[in-house]
Each structure stands twice: as structure tokens, then as C-alpha cells.
């Protein structure tokens, strides 16, 4: 297991993942209509979605997510009032990761913070991809085989669990202990940008 460095486009937002396992297969390509709609609001479509529209993402639980440096840059929007967390460096727009509310462990850290060179190696494959009906574009069927969407759920939902039972929802850097986000989330409109 390893670390997995952390670091907004500008640098001013540093972390890092903590006991990051290859085998452990929670890497995901998100297909969702939602996803796209925030790295659109921070004008990071080109540089987030692939040629499908999907945002590659790494799922962790709170406890393994560290920020080291410039959590007063880390800003949160929602795209609903009931939208999942996402939040993104105010510094220089760069989307970070996505959460649900602080009793629910997991974090979905989006591909464009992580500036790890080994990333590929300890990461491993993508596992699967999800939400399909949101792409924007035919995915190529190898892709898909590789890694399908059948059974991940379960899969998540299972971790999930584990995770809780084994108390790493906390701490969370991303909410205080009362549960309060550590910047209060924009709602966002509908092709509204940042
Ligand atoms: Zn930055
Ligand atoms: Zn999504």
C-alpha cells in the first residue's frame, strides 16, 4: 500500500491518500450528467471529461484523505440542494472531490487532483463505469468490457459498510466534527458557471 500525492493546478492545495492499494478496485469512470456539469462551472471540461464525457474518479473513505496545505482555498458547490458536496481549490478552479454528507464514508476524488506520476501503478485499472445513460458519446465496447458497470454497486455498497464498521469516516477533512462542510456550498444552477 502506498500514498498517492495530492495537489491542485496551482499547487497551493496539497493532500494526499493514504494506504492506496491497486488491488483494491474502487477507481471509476463517471458517465453522470452531474459530474460534467461541474467540471463545465469551473471551465475544466477539456481537461476532467474524456472524449465521452466521463470524469475518472478514485473512491476512498474520509480517513485515508489528508490536505496538508491551503484547506482555506478549498471551496464546495452543490448542483441541487440535496446535490452530493463537490468541491474544488478556489485558487485556480481545479475540481478536487465529491462527497455525500459526513455519515456517509466516501469520497470520490477526481482524477484532476491527483498529480501523482506513479498514478496508473497505484491506482490500477479502472474498475467500472457507471451511470452510462449520461455519456455523451458511444463508449467503446472494450472499455466497457474491461470494465463493466454490472455488480460495482454492490461492490461499493459493501465497502462502504466496511468502512463505517471500521470507523474511517473520521476524521474527515472536508467536514468539522459536528458535521459542518469546511466551506458552505454554493447551490449552483443549471449551466451556471463559477
Ligand atoms: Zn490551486
Ligand atoms: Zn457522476
Request: net charge positive.
Amino acid at each position: 500500500m502506498d500514498n498517492l500525492v495530492l495537489q491542485c493546478r496551482c499547487g497551493q492545495v496539497k493532500g494526499r491518500a493514504i494506504k492506496v492499494d491497486p488491488a483494491d478496485g474502487t477507481r471509476v469512470i463517471c458517465y453522470c450528467k452531474d459530474c460534467q456539469s461541474f467540471a463545465h462551472a469551473l471551465k475544466a471540461g477539456a481537461e476532467v471529461l474524456d472524449e465521452q464525457g466521463g470524469t475518472d474518479i478514485y473512491q476512498l473513505p474520509p480517513a485515508r484523505l489528508q490536505i496538508q496545505q491551503g484547506l482555506e482555498h478549498i471551496r464546495c458547490l452543490r448542483l441541487s440542494e440535496k446535490g452530493l458536496y463537490r468541491w474544488y481549490a478556489g485558487c485556480c478552479n481545479t475540481p478536487l472531490c465529491n462527497s455525500l454528507a459526513p455519515r456517509v464514508p466516501l469520497i470520490g476524488l477526481v482524477h484532476s487532483f491527483i498529480a501523482d506520476p506513479e498514478r496508473e501503478a497505484k491506482l490500477g485499472p479502472v474498475r467500472a463505469c457507471v451511470n452510462l445513460r449520461g455519456a455523451t458519446g458511444q463508449i467503446p465496447k472494450g472499455k466497457l468490457d474491461a470494465a463493466p458497470a454490472r455488480g460495482y454497486i454492490g461492490k461499493i455498497m459493501l465497502k462502504i459498510f466496511g468502512w463505517k464498521l471500521s470507523g474511517q469516516g473520521r476524521p474527515n477533512p472536508l467536514f468539522s466534527a459536528k458535521g459542518e462542510p469546511v466551506a458552505s456550498p454554493r447551490i449552483l444552477g443549471p449551466g451556471e458557471e463559477i
